[in-house]
């Protein structure tokens, strides 16, 4: 089956008006390197395409600690023109050249893992989502967007307009670790920001990429590292709770046994890395 | 709906063209315009391939609607291919026996030129990043890096 309509809003307003108008029957598209692999193969077949690239939601903008980057920025432009250098390296890690020139911000938050190696930059930074639709717009935690495999918050009518990304407040990491260097997908990717108050961990934020269902965070290494030094036996401990509650799987990149393995030694490094 | 009406830059040339939904720039080149140096490899944004330049930068075609080229410049191997003979990397890949099956070079060779574009004097690490969208299963990767180092520093040489 053929797509009968393809539409290019120009302007979020046209977007979800054009959502609520179709519903779910319209797909959401963006840089379209998710979604029209799919297509390409038959094995989406959607009858009505919405793309975005046109819809004013391409812009990175600075303001009180906070960036606010429209949906269809892309990872060119994060790497470009962000200035955060945390987040220039999570967007160097996705894909190739020409792809970063299509993939954006926001449909990253949209790709399986072992996809997704920029948004578990986001994840490290309590970065928010702001959906839009017809009726308005809602701000939730990137935490409380993903909700599983392939599934996600965002109802009926809503799209991704936006991520509120708070500038990072202390030190971060980012380590991609795949089979090659350059365009891989990740065996593991460890995104970290830790807050310290002298020697000591104030705050802890450490996401995983490609051993989950989604980007995760590891919650429990994080418990482990607030309130201690960040010496060896604290970066010990919150590796190991890192590798003991990462969910990983097999695929052809690597087996769920090494992914757990790589965690451990993956989270120790970022960690080491920001010891310093 | 029916079938629009995109009107864009090709090749340095005003094009007006009459697509159906959604359908890619590169079925647009190779089935419509007779195109056909811009490859069909493997339609997933994963081969590199079909790669053309939208606006001087590298973009995997067959993920491309042509409804998103409104408006836009569009190059590829055809539009930086001499009337008579070939061009600086194009020489390069040949004396550097960087071709075999040729699949994949359209692709490299248009990579390449963004990357000359942006940085005239690449590391080898730069070429290695810069083509690492780009799939070549046959001579393998050493005589393409060198082939664009090549031109490079010929480009450089004659400026």
């Known amino acids: 089956m053929a797509t009968k309509a393809y539409f290019l809003p120009t302007s979020l307003n046209e977007a979800v008006s054009l959502l609520a108008e179709h519903g779910p029957s319209l797909l959401v598209m963006a840089g379209g390197t998710l979604a029209m692999p799919l297509i ?15 819809a004013g939601l391409n ?8 960036l606010s980057i429209g949906a269809t920025t ?26 970063r020139n299509m993939g954006t911000v926001g449909g990253n938050l949209f790709a399986p893992p072992p996809s997704g190696d920029f948004a578990v930059a986001l994840l490290a930074l309590d970065a928010k989502v702001k959906l839009a639709s017809k009726k308005g717009t809602r701000t939730l935690p990137l935490t409380e967007f993903y909700t599983g495999f392939l599934t ?3 109802q009926p009518g809503e799209l991704v307009a936006e991520l509120e990304v708070p500038l990072p407040k202390g030190k971060t990491a980012y380590i991609k670790y795949g089979r090659r260097q350059h365009n891989t997908p990740a065996i593991v990717t460890v995104a970290a920001h830790l807050v310290m108050d002298g020697k000591k961990v104030k705050d802890a934020r450490i996401a995983l990429n490609a051993v989950g269902p989604h980007p995760i965070r590891a919650w429990n ?30 695929d052809s990149i690597a087996s769920d046994w090494y992914r757990r393995k790589m965690v451990g030694v993956k989270v120790g490094h970022a960690l080491a890395q920001i010891a310093g | 709906m029916p079938s629009k009406v995109v009107s864009f830059k090709l090749n340095g040339r005003e094009v007006e063209v009459m697509v159906k939904p959604l359908m890619t720039l590169q079925t647009l080149l190779r089935e419509q315009l007779n195109l056909t140096a811009t490859k069909a490899g493997c339609r997933q944004g994963g081969c590199g391939s079909c790669t053309v330049l939208v606006n001087g930068e590298p973009m995997m ?19 930086i291919t001499p009337a008579e003979g070939l061009n600086p990397l194009q020489e390069a890949f040949f004396e550097k026996y960087a071709i075999q099956c040729g699949y994949c070079t359209p692709g490299m060779i248009m990579v390449a030129t963004a990357l000359l574009a942006h940085n005239p004097n690449p590391t080898r690490e730069q070429v ?13 990767y050493a005589p393409i890096i060198e082939a664009i180092q090549a031109a490079a520093q010929r480009t450089n040489g004659r400026k």
Not at chain 1, 41 to 46: A, F, K, R, T
Not at chain 1, 59 to 66: A, F, H, L, N, W
Not at chain 2, 64 to 79: A, K
Not at chain 2, 129 to 136: D, L, P, T
Request: charged content about 20%.
């Open chain 1, 40 to 54: 390409n193969e038959g094995v989406s077949m959607p009858e009505l395409v919405m793309g975005l690239r046109r």
């Open chain 1, 59 to 66: 812009y990175i903008k600075r303001s009180d600690g906070v």
């Open chain 1, 74 to 99: 892309t990872l060119t432009q994060m790497l470009n023109d962000s200035n955060v250098p945390f987040l220039q390296e999570a967007a160097h890690h996705v894909g190739a050249w020409a792809i």
């Open chain 1, 152 to 154: 996600n918050a965002l």
């Open chain 1, 221 to 250: 290494a994080e418990k482990a590292l607030i309130g201690a030094a960040l010496d060896a036996e604290a970066i010990r401990a919150a590796s190991d709770a890192a590798a003991e509650e990462c969910q990983p799987f097999t």
């Open chain 2, 61 to 79: 075609s067959c993920l491309l609607p042509v409804e998103d080229v409104e408006g836009q410049e569009v190059t590829t191997l055809e539009g």
């Open chain 2, 128 to 140: 290695i990043e810069a083509i690492s969208g780009n799939f070549c299963r046959c001579t393998g």
